[in-house]
């Protein structure tokens, strides 16, 4: 199991990098680069690739909407190539708020989208000449539009590597089953090892069984906080801090009955508590609907506790198919340096 870390797109990315690079020497083995509407993802991992020596950087996420299917090829092989080849591309389809928001892009089709800049960005690498006509990707312009002077054509370079990893964001069903069926790994959120194959275990089982046998098993990256304290009521107060953003997403992010956080809280068990969480954040009462967030729910996506206690969840999270641990390293460097040597220690 690979452990890894997120520099956030809020706040100083470059101090965020930076930590990153010297935690790499107590054993972190991934950094991921958020984007939204901050900062790019892709100059940071460019700076991380300058900085580290063998941590795998990934975007998690870019979106497949605002850059060209081929220009997110050309980039994950620049940065895979200024890397030696330790890049994994997260990509995702957002949403319409920051799609049409910020980039001004028709939120068109993103399951179909996803499958034509995936199919696309390995063709790239491969360095196949480009001749693709389909529901959302139109690459060169057919006759009739623009200047009339587009004609096929391939990657100039050679990439370090023709299969550099396609990671996707999926919540949903279809759009999980095709992660499951095309990716070479899958980003979920909220993820409850114990409880996880009720929500998604038969979309990752079909996808899976259409899955092309030239691909790798599918690879599964998610976690929480994390800190070593035999003192109860610390560990509930670490947990603590995801009350906010919990609420947040199951009870702001989208209407009533078009919430897929909200889905995903249902799903697993904690329906009528998903119901007043989104009630009371839909009514204003913010701090009422992170106070309403299940405690239980916020420990089971967490590693915080006991020695023995994080032994349990690290094996949860493995036995559940997680191959990357995402971490929330809590304190100071010395502290989360700490931290990470421990729990290397077990994940070994």
């Not at 991934?30 to 991380?48: K, P, Q, R, T």
């Not at 990439?159 to 070479?184: C, F, H, N, Y």
């Not at 114990?194 to 046998?213: E, F, M, N, S, Y």
């Not at 106070?291 to 089971?300: E, I, Q």
Request: proline residues 5%; aromatic residues 8%.
């Amino acid at each position: 199991m690979k452990l890894s870390v997120m520099v956030n797109y809020s706040g100083d990315v470059v101090a965020a990098a930076n930590e990153a690079v010297e935690l790499e020497k107590a054993g972190l083995d991934c950094v991921w680069v958020a984007e939204a509407y901050s900062f790019d993802a892709i100059s940071m991992m460019g700076y991380l690739a300058g900085r580290s020596e063998r941590l795998e950087i990934g975007s998690a996420i870019v979106n497949i909407y605002s850059r060209t299917p081929t220009l997110l090829a050309m980039t994950a092989a620049g940065l895979d190539a200024v890397s030696g080849g330790r890049i994994n591309l997260g990509l995702g389809a957002s949403g319409p708020q920051v799609i049409e928001g910020f980039h001004g892009v028709p939120y068109e089709k993103p399951l179909a989208r996803t499958r034509e800049v995936i199919e696309i960005c390995r063709s790239v690498w491969r360095r196949e000449v480009i001749d693709h006509h389909g529901p959302t990707v139109d690459i060169p312009l057919p006759e009739g539009q623009g200047t009339g002077l587009a004609k096929p054509l391939k990657l100039i370079n050679h990439p370090v590597r023709d299969q550099i990893p396609i990671w996707i964001a999926s919540l949903k069903g279809k759009s999980v089953e095709m992660t499951a069926q095309l990716a070479d790994g899958w980003i979920p959120i909220f993820y409850v090892p114990d409880k996880a194959d009720r929500v998604w275990g038969d979309a990752l089982a079909a996808g899976k069984a259409k899955r092309d046998a030239s691909l790798a098993p599918l690879q599964t990256i998610a976690g929480g906080p994390v800190l070593f304290t035999d003192d109860p009521d610390l560990a509930g107060k670490i947990n603590d801090f995801g009350r906010g953003m919990a609420a947040l997403y199951v009870g702001g992010m989208g209407a009533r009955g078009k919430n897929f956080y909200n889905d995903i809280m249902s799903a697993y068990g904690w329906e009528g508590e998903a119901k007043l969480i989104q009630d009371l954040y839909l009514d204003g009462k913010k701090d009422e609907a992170a106070a309403a967030v299940p405690a239980d729910f916020l420990a089971a996506a967490s590693l915080v506790g006991s020695e023995g206690y994080i032994k349990d969840r690290v094996a949860a999270f493995a036995e559940s198919g997680v191959t990357h641990l995402q971490l929330t390293l809590i304190g100071s460097l010395e502290q989360k340096q700490q931290t990470l040597e421990r729990l290397r220690k077990i994940v070994d």
